[in-house]
């Protein structure tokens, strides 16, 4: 089992769509989660962090569940600027490791 | 603010070749540096961690290595270059360890022939 794992995609959603990303990793003592998204050919850019009560910026909300191990993503009222690679960042503890997942692509359209 | 340069942007460079690749960061002090690997379709890869001048962790052995020899200056170094070794190559910084937020540079593109 990969130690971070997300749905490739591509999720095709129109404009004003809600869409959802889950990522599951399989550390339990894992203790810090990112998203980030990266545009084609460029670096990741940090788009929140996860907090354990949850949290929301904007039309970004962000949830964490301990108990089943993922974190999740929720975009609400989709733009096609959306349109990108989410890469879902998880920290254990023990060593300096912090593991991206391969990234979920979405694609926005009109 | 803070900022961070890579260079150069893109790289195409022959099987067997030495490789350099500088990451600087302005506007900060003892950051903590990271370079990491991302292949085409592929998730990124922590290549080397450094918490200070000379201070060095590897992640994953290979034929690359790193060296930092200034506060915010970080090299990454290759003495033969391998097909495998293509891929896009970030740095990026964090103000603590691994568990705080990443700011990644714009990247370096290497292909190798």
């Known amino acids: 089992r990969k130690e971070v794992e997300q749905d490739p995609g591509p999720f095709n959603v129109p404009e004003g769509a809600t869409v959802a990303f889950n990522c599951t990793y399989s550390?339990?003592?894992?203790?810090?989660f990112f998203w980030y998204r990266q545009d084609c050919r460029k670096e990741p850019k940090l788009l929140m962090s996860v907090y354990s009560s949850g949290n929301e910026d904007g039309r970004f909300t962000a949830q964490l569940n301990r108990a089943s191990q993922y974190i999740s993503l929720l975009i609400r009222d989709s733009k096609l600027s959306d349109s990108a690679t989410y890469l879902c960042v998880v920290w254990g503890s023990g060593g300096f490791k912090t593991i991206f997942g391969a990234g979920t692509r979405l694609f926005v359209k009109a | 603010s803070q900022t961070i340069h890579q260079w150069p942007a893109t790289l195409v460079q022959p099987v067997g070749s030495p490789l350099s690749l500088e990451c600087t960061v302005e506007g900060t002090s003892n950051p903590n540096l990271y370079w990491y690997r991302q292949a085409a379709g592929r998730g990124l890869q922590l290549l080397f961690y450094s918490v200070g001048i000379g201070q060095i962790s590897s992640e994953v052995p290979q034929n690359l290595s790193a060296s930092r020899p200034q506060d915010r200056q970080f090299i990454l170094s290759s003495k033969k270059l391998l097909l495998s070794d293509s891929g896009f190559y970030l740095c990026?910084?964090?103000?603590?360890?691994?568990?705080?937020?990443?700011?990644f540079g714009p990247g370096t593109r290497l292909t190798v022939l």
């Open positions: 990026a910084w964090s103000v603590s360890g691994p568990q705080d937020t990443q700011y």
């Open positions: 550390n339990s003592a894992s203790q810090s």
